[in-house]
């Protein structure tokens, strides 16, 4: 049940707080008053889109939080997502910032909008004017008969098991369009696979090939810079090594004078053994390099190959050369192996889907199951409401199984004798839709999946006595639960346990909406002004004193 309502700096409301009870309460306003908005307000916080729009003029944020009680039904979701859970209380908050950003609590704790949306359907039913519009379609109506046959369990264990269905469906499908389309390519992949096979290229040899091409390429230069490194090193006079040699001697002579050098003398006596030995491979590298025009014309050319390779199968080096070829290698084997694979996949998806088909039967017989107790109960309730007449049927025909199962609903209406029933939307006025669509709602809380039911204008097309009598459905609604109604009406905001006024006022330039809870006489003016208009009669007055205590 919402028990309170804040609102801060939402379109034209700066700030409100409003307390609700339990039964039946009323919401009336003129056109324009602002009605609209407040609906506004509880819509986001039930998880409507944000919009930067919504944020009043000058402000830099707008808060919408609202506050439920009677809340032990819900103990199993909160325990789900992880919240903590308090039956007494449950406060939603959403904020909304001017800098885009929009945020979600529950008993301040962030939470994701979906997870917001999930738990405000629990909390209450909102009907909007809109809503009335969707009662011909086809979706719409399927929800409407899950709730009245309560049957969500049924529909949730079948969307679990179809989505397996629709995922196998899926990994089917996408292996018969690989398989195929390499069947299509089979011999350009067997093509492209031996070229290259015969190609045998090794891993690192792109590396070794363009280092083998440059050492080639400068010969000349490589064999003249070793000869004079060998020479720096080995000249008899004047090189490395040799002076070397000669400070080996000099410290070993000096030893036996001066025992200190002896860790010197060994430094040095090892510097010239590891340079005379590197003169030696200097050397022998030196002699290695030769320029050999036929060895170049081979390693250019294979260089050239590999190169066009590259370009052909768009690699960027040898590396991903070699993995292109395992990718074409696993293709073809793909190719050889495709058979055996879709056997696999087509009986998986078999299996899903006889399981999918079992769980929409058994969807599919709890709803059937329930409509002709349904279309019992408003048949007698479209009676109440001024249709002595009224038919209402709901059509069940079988489809191909979606999310929603197997079942195609159509919910047929007559308000005449002697006329067949037909779908609402060909039939049915927009009166006879506030009626219909009431009684539905009225339905649906009477099966405890709601405690609060929030009404905007469900009276819409209606008025004199039927007004009377769909009043009079409200109150009865309201009898253990919170039915909250939006309406413009007397006849029905006289029924009002709770009566709430909209009003717009001016404050300097700007336009305010206001909410405030009615006296018991200022409801008996407001009810008057609803019937008289602007010139208030005593007349009027006896007229809503009338409508709301029988007098």
Not at 267 to 289: E, F, K, M, P, T
Not at 340 to 347: F, I
Request: proline share 1%; hydrophobic share 40%; net charge negative.
């Amino acid at each position: 049940m919402l028990s309170r309502l804040h609102i801060e700096n939402y379109v034209l409301i700066e700030h409100l707080d409003l307390q609700f009870e339990s039964g039946f309460s009323v919401i009336t306003g003129e056109t324009g008053a602002g009605k609209s908005v407040l609906m506004g307000a509880i819509s986001l916080i039930l998880g409507q889109r944000a919009d930067l729009r919504l944020i009043k003029e000058g402000a830099s944020r707008c808060v919408v939080e609202a506050e439920f009680n009677q809340m032990q039904h819900l103990s199993d979701f909160f325990a789900r997502q992880g919240m903590e859970f308090d039956p007494e209380s449950c406060i939603i908050r959403r904020e909304l910032y001017e800098n885009g950003k929009s945020r979600a609590f529950v008993n301040d704790s962030p939470v994701a909008l979906n997870t917001l949306r999930d738990l405000a359907i629990k909390l209450v039913d909102v009907h909007s004017q809109h809503e009335s519009l969707l009662l011909d379609n086809s979706l719409f109506q399927l929800e409407l008969l899950d709730n009245l046959a309560q049957s969500r369990e049924e529909l949730t264990a079948y969307r679990l098991v179809y989505e397996n269905y629709r995922q196998a469906s899926q990994e089917l499908k996408t292996l018969e369009e690989s398989l195929q389309k390499d069947i299509d390519e089979q011999d350009y992949l067997l093509f492209q696979v031996e070229q290259l096979r015969s190609a045998a290229f090794r891993n690192g040899e792109q590396e070794e090939l363009e280092q083998e091409l440059s050492i080639l390429d400068h010969a000349e230069e490589i064999k003249t810079s070793f000869s004079k490194i060998e020479n720096l090193l080995s000249d008899e006079e004047q090189g490395i090594c040799s002076r070397l040699k000669m400070a080996v001697q000099e410290t070993s002579s000096l030893r036996s004078l001066w025992p200190k050098i002896a860790d010197a003398h060994e430094r040095i006596h090892s510097a010239y053994i590891d340079l005379n030995d590197l003169q030696r491979d200097i050397a022998r590298w030196g002699n290695d390099v030769e320029y050999n025009p036929q060895q170049r014309d081979l390693v250019q050319e294979r260089l050239s190959f590999l190169y066009e390779l590259l370009q052909k199968f768009k690699a960027r080096n040898l590396d991903e050369l070699l993995g292109k070829q395992t990718e074409l290698e696993e293709r073809i084997a793909f190719i050889e192996q495709g058979q055996e694979l879709l056997n696999a996949a087509r009986q998986k998806r078999d299996t899903a889907l006889q399981a999918a088909r079992q769980k929409a039967e058994v969807l599919s017989g709890k709803r059937k199951a329930r409509c002709k107790e349904i279309e019992n109960h408003l048949r007698v309730q479209l009676q109440q409401l001024g249709m002595p007449h009224g038919v209402f049927n709901i059509e069940v025909e079988e489809k191909a199984l979606d999310e929603q199962g197997m079942d195609k609903v159509t919910f047929l209406f007559s308000a005449n004798k002697n006329i067949a029933p037909q779908p609402i939307g060909q039939i049915a006025s927009g009166g006879e839709i506030s009626r219909l669509m009431l009684s539905l709602k009225a339905l649906v809380a009477s099966r405890g999946n709601y405690s609060c039911l929030l009404f905007d204008e469900i009276d819409a097309g209606v008025s004199g006595e039927i007004a009377h009598k769909m009043a009079a459905l409200m109150q009865e609604t309201a009898l253990g639960r919170q039915v909250i109604c939006i309406t413009h009406l007397p006849q029905i905001a006289a029924r009002g346990q709770q009566h709430y006024k909209v009003f717009k006022t001016e404050e300097g330039e700007q336009a305010l909406s206001k909410v405030i809870r009615l006296s018991e006489e200022e409801r008996v003016t407001e009810i008057a002004l609803m019937l008289s208009g602007a010139n208030l009669s005593q007349a009027a007055i006896d007229n809503a004193r009338h409508l709301i205590y029988g007098e």
